[in-house]
């Protein structure tokens, strides 16, 4: 870490603390905490596998909130096969002229998966309203139809979780301001999420109509506080885990046995190896 990002980091801790934000996470108490999770997400695919079950995790939230990365902290050690991430891009042409969730619905889970949508068929109550993508009768019968939509996928077995992750406007200013000076991260920045920028409480009232649409007994909301990326990806995941009934099944402890080699002599071949500057 620079002399620079050091004095930025304690210059943001004394306004965390002027604030009344916790204070941040420990990286070593993060990451042990983070590690014991990944072992319960393992169990939870073998036994999702095991039973055929039918899990859909739905990721919402303000821009910057943290669902790129609290996704990425679920899936990062578990199976793609079974965690399948999906992040539709714009519709096309062909998928406008369908039903507004059919392009949805063939990404839904089947037996022994686990489908997780960075944003999903909500699009159409908070960014589609409110960029003028929809009209607002077409938005109103979206959050009309939705309920009975998860209402019969609940019905046919699927486990449906709803996240909504929430984010202070300073946060949220301090986040993407970030993404314009670092390298790493100016793909983040989108031309949407700059016209989006200032448009902070018309997002506000997309979502509390949202809310008071389509929370329902059967598909409720969660919020997650995401001010502090480590803590919502920590509190999210035990809240995951606590919200699907699992079991760890018997493990067979693998053995390596001993490996002959030497049988084959390797032709000289003359590899292409590539460059090794590190």
Known sequence: MSHKDSKQNKKQKKKDEEAGKPEKLDRKAYEKELERLHVELVKLQQWVVHKGLKVCI????????????????????????????????????????????????????????????????????????????????????????????????????????????????????????????????????????????????????ARDKMFQATDTPWAPWYVAKAEDKKRLRLNLISHLLAHIPYEELPQTKARLGERKTGKYQAVDYPFKYIPEPY
């Open 58 to 205: 739905v990721f919402e939230g303000r821009d910057g909130a943290g669902k790129g990365g609290t996704i990425k902290a679920i899936t990062e050690r578990v199976s793609p096969r079974v965690y399948r991430v999906f992040a539709l891009p714009a519709p096309t042409e062909r998928e406008k002229s369908q039903m507004y969730l059919q392009r949805y619905f063939k990404h839904f889970p089947a037996a022994g998966e686990i489908a997780i949508f960075d944003r999903s068929w909500y699009n159409r109550a908070g960014v589609e309203r409110v960029m003028g993508f929809c009209t607002d009768e077409q938005a109103e019968d979206f959050l009309n139809a939705a309920p009975l939509v998860e209402r019969a996928m609940v019905d046919s077995g699927i486990i449906l979780l709803k996240y909504w992750l929430e984010v202070s406007p300073e946060e949220q200013r301090r986040r993407l301001e970030g993404r314009v000076d670092d390298g790493r991260k100016v793909w983040k920045l989108s031309p949407m999420d700059l016209k989006s920028y200032d448009l902070w409480d018309d997002y506000t009232r």
